[in-house]
């Protein structure tokens, strides 16, 4: 993370620290949201597992993360949500619930804001396409080291019931400063 004697922007300009940021003013160049489809282990009744993507293409390509994307037009969070894990692996999340809220700043000046859902169900099988390769990963066994940078500080505590509300920002795949809320 950035130091407090470190500049709160770059010369040119570019938030290099949360707190350079009025986040109740900021406004994203785009909107999204990431749905984590969980289910009880094939392998192991005992375990849990969740649907993970490695992205083929768009930010983040060659990542794992869950399924997601831009909200289209005026499409809800929650209506977003359904689509882009219907499109990005064919499956369907059932009793999809808004469990956070994420906001990226980037340096080069995109940013975006992610609404984060959760399903318990899905109706289908994952299949690849053109945007992505599924994985059902045991909930112990998440990849970290495969994903975004900020994907560690957070998820977990998704994972175990807890709403997350953070703000992040990121020099291309660095993560420089962050700041998180988890609740109960």
Known sequence: MTSPTEPATSPAGAPRRVDAIDWSAWTPVDRATLTFV???SAADPAREDVL???KKRGLGAGKINAPGGRLEGDETPAGCAVREVEEEVGVTPLGVEERGRLRFQ???GYSLDCHVFQAFDHRGEPRETDEAIPQWTPIDAIPFDRMWADDHLWLPAL????RVDGCFIFDGDTMLDHALTLED
């Open 38 to 40: 969980r289910r009880q």
């Open 52 to 54: 993970l993507i490695t």
């Open 106 to 108: 980037f340096v080069d």
């Open 159 to 162: 994972l175990a019931g807890r």
